[in-house]
C-alpha cells in the first residue's frame, strides 16, 4: 500500500505542478519554439508518459527512501538527481539534433525538471509518512 500512495502523491504532484508550469510558461515555449509544436494537445503521449515517469520517481527515488527508512528529504534529493539525469536527456539531446532548440530553453528546463521531479518524490514520500507511519515502523 506504500508504493500505491506512493505512486498517487507523485502523480498528483507531477501534474498539478506540471500543468501550473505548462500555462504560465506555454507562450515562452511557444515563442522559442517557433513552428514546432503541435496545434493541438496530444493526450496519449503524455498520459504514457506520466505513468511511466511516475513509476520511475516511485523507484529510483522514493521507494529507496523507504528502504533505507529515510525521510523526505532522502527521496526529494534523490528525485532531484532524477530529474536533473531525465530531463538533461532530453534536453541535450534536442539541442544535439534538432535545428531549433535555444539554450535557455535547455537551461531552465533542465531546472524544471530538477525541482519538479524533487517536490514530487519529497511530497510522496512525506504522504507516506503522514498516512502511514515511518518505513521502519
Not at 508504493?3 to 501550473?20: E, F, P, S
Not at 507562450?27 to 519554439?33: E, F, I, P
Not at 534529493?77 to 539531446?93: N, R, S
Not at 504522504?127 to 521502519?136: I, S, W, Y
Request: charged letters at 10%.
Amino acid at each position: 500500500m506504500r508504493y500505491v500512495t506512493a505512486y498517487l502523491a507523485a502523480g498528483v504532484t507531477l501534474l498539478v505542478l506540471d500543468v501550473i508550469w505548462l500555462t504560465a510558461m506555454g507562450s515562452t515555449y511557444r515563442r522559442l519554439l517557433d513552428g514546432m509544436l503541435t496545434e493541438g494537445f496530444r493526450l496519449a503521449p503524455a498520459a504514457i508518459f506520466y505513468f511511466i515517469y511516475v513509476a520511475g520517481i516511485v523507484t529510483l527515488a522514493v521507494a529507496p527512501a523507504m528502504d533505507a527508512g529515510a525521510g523526505w528529504q532522502t527521496a526529494a534529493i534523490k528525485g532531484g538527481v532524477l530529474g536533473f539525469v531525465a530531463y538533461a536527456t532530453y534536453d541535450l539531446t534536442n539541442h544535439a539534433t534538432l535545428k531549433v532548440w535555444p539554450w535557455q530553453l535547455t537551461v531552465v528546463d533542465i531546472a524544471w525538471g530538477s525541482v519538479l521531479t524533487a517536490t514530487a518524490a519529497g511530497v510522496a514520500m512525506f504522504a507516506v509518512e503522514r498516512l502511514m507511519g515511518p518505513a521502519n515502523s
